[in-house]
Nanobody
Framework: QVQLVESGGGLVQAGGSLRLSCAAS????????MGWFRQAPGKEREVVAG????????WYADSVKGRFTISRDNAKNTVYLQVNSLKPEDTAVYYC????????????WGQGTQVTVSS
């Protein structure tokens, strides 16, 4: 089992940057692919980015390509999401999640961190 705790959200002006962190408990963190998701008020949750267990493979939603970067440090049991060139439409609660199957089945979720982008 994996427990996830996000941090790093906040209020930022358009064009600004944040670094979101997701700290995982447990000794098997390196066995999980990880993903970042977000949910804006009144909207469905959407996937933002994902990273393989090794960190070699990453992928992004079209809406954030070139602006967001996902990375992980397995020695620190942490996955990061660097978010740059923020737009008001990036405002959402951001969640990290763990996938132990390698098939996009995210069984473990954090509580989320709020990102608010002012125009």
């Amino acid at each position: 089992q994996v427990q996830l705790v996000e941090s790093g959200g906040g209020l930022v002006q358009a064009g600004g940057s944040l670094r979101l962190s997701c700290a995982a408990s447990g000794r098997t963190f390196s066995r999980y692919a990880m993903g970042w998701f977000r949910q804006a008020p009144g909207k469905e949750r959407e996937v933002v980015a994902g990273i393989s267990w090794s960190g070699v493979s990453t992928w992004y939603a079209d809406s954030v390509k070139g602006r967001f970067t996902i990375s992980r440090d397995n020695a620190k049991n942490t996955v990061y999401l660097q978010v740059n060139s923020l737009k008001p439409e990036d405002t959402a609660v951001y969640y990290c999640a763990a996938d132990g199957t390698g098939r996009g089945s995210y069984a473990y979720w954090g509580q989320g961190t709020q990102v608010t982008v002012s125009s």
